[in-house]
């Protein structure tokens, strides 16, 4: 029985997707629920499954085409898997009779002689086998060159003029852009166009945060079965200095400016297919542990490319970690429609004044990119004031002060 394969339906706000990769050829075996193709959108690359066990019978979209929501990609034909199999299996027997027949005259010879004798320039018919039925074998081809009398040395020919060659090769390799690659370069230059890009920037002493999480690191994972990491703590920083400064929350919608009650915060993962930003929501709500915990789940799934459009639709604030890469301070580009996004960076060991003596301290520059149309400098500078003494002070985060 005939079935079609469709491509998913997709949400509102994707309009088509691109066929990326086919994992099964027609006429092989597929078993029901096995990955058949990944169809990629501007978001997320979405896994088509064999609907039953049977084999594709026809390929309609190839890769690289552009197919609508639930539009028709394949033919499959449902049947028994185990019947398929040895039609496969008759192939490369075939294959390789007809390799071994293929041959210089009447010599039978296999690959490996075939192309000894080629690099030699030997002419298979002139060589004596001593396999099964005559067959030469590259030992043979290898005791024929050697027997063989040692040609008359050529005339030297006049030397040509050395070409000036670069040393080493000069490869070069042309990829076209992935659906989401592109999708992201199209953003982030629209997000540096359409809007009144500022950063500002402060650094944290992060000795609070990390002696807090050396004490208490065995007894947290103990207790909640997660490693407490440092995110964890930004995010709860980063939510209260929300609640304090509702502009940095906003987000732009034309002219209106649109401003949340509620804390949605997306954190960067990076990913083989490029970045993508899943939300964590209500961090309001959420515990240190929750957080650990979910944005584990979200970097895991990232690079299995398991993450959902549902998990990357909306968010009112961006925290990205260059810090994990070596980066020691950069300017992170807006996420539109949002309108501000936090840098963290590498934790580095510098001198720094205290009391009025040098201490050597753990810090760490933040950076605040933020649209100047919906937030002043002042409470930019402020927000990220907030964050650094609540880090600072982690007291602070449990005594809403």
Do not use: C
Not at 59 to 64: C, H, L, P, Y
């Amino acid at each position: 029985m005939s079935i079609e394969i469709k491509a998913p339906t997709f949400p509102e706000s994707i309009a088509d997707g691109t066929v990326a990769t086919w994992h099964k050829k027609p006429g092989e075996p597929v078993e029901r629920d096995e990955l058949i193709v990944d169809i990629e959108t501007d978001k997320v690359v979405l896994e088509v499954v064999a609907p039953a066990n049977g084999t594709i019978k026809n390929i309609i979209k190839d890769e690289g085409e552009v197919i609508l929501s639930d539009e028709v990609i394949a033919i499959f034909e449902e049947g028994d898997v185990a019947a398929a199999a040895p039609a496969a299996e008759e192939k490369p027997a075939a294959a390789e009779a007809a390799a071994d027949s293929d041959d210089d005259g009447d010599a039978v010879a296999g690959p490996a002689a075939r192309k000894l004798a080629a690099e030699k320039g030997i002419n298979l018919s002139d060589v004596k086998g001593t396999g099964k039925g005559g067959r030469v074998t590259k030992e043979d081809v290898q005791n024929f060159t050697k027997a063989a009398p040692a040609a008359a040395p050529a005339p030297a020919a006049a030397p040509a003029p050395a070409a000036a060659l670069p040393a080493g090769e000069r490869v070069e390799k042309r990829v076209p852009m992935t659906r989401l690659r592109a999708t992201i370069a199209k953003r982030l230059v629209d997000a540096q166009q359409n809007a009144a890009m500022l950063t500002t920037y402060n650094e944290v002493n992060m000795k609070p945060v990390m002696d807090l999480r050396k004490t208490y690191k065995d007894q947290f994972e103990k207790a909640h079965g997660v490693k407490l990491g440092f995110m964890s703590f930004f995010v709860k920083a980063a939510t209260e200095a929300l609640k304090r400064f509702p502009a940095v929350n906003a987000s732009l919608d034309g002219n209106d400016m649109v401003y949340h009650g509620y804390q949605d915060v997306g954190v960067a993962v990076s990913t083989e297919r490029g970045l993508v930003v899943p939300i964590l929501r209500d961090t309001d709500s959420m515990g240190l542990a929750e957080i650990e915990s979910t944005i584990g789940d979200f970097a895991k799934r990232g690079r299995d490319g398991k993450l959902g459009i549902e998990d990357m639709q909306g968010g009112t604030f961006t925290i990205t970690n260059g810090g994990i890469f070596g980066s020691l301070m950069s300017t992170p580009i807006l996420n539109p429609p949002q309108t501000a996004i936090m840098g963290m960076h590498k934790i580095q060991e510098r001198p720094m004044a205290v009391n009025g003596q040098v201490v050597i301290l753990p810090m760490m520059y933040l950076a605040l990119s933020y649209d100047h149309r919906m937030i002043d400098g002042k409470e930019a500078v402020q927000f990220l004031v907030t964050i650094k003494e609540l880090l600072e002070d982690p007291a602070r985060m449990l005594l809403d002060i």
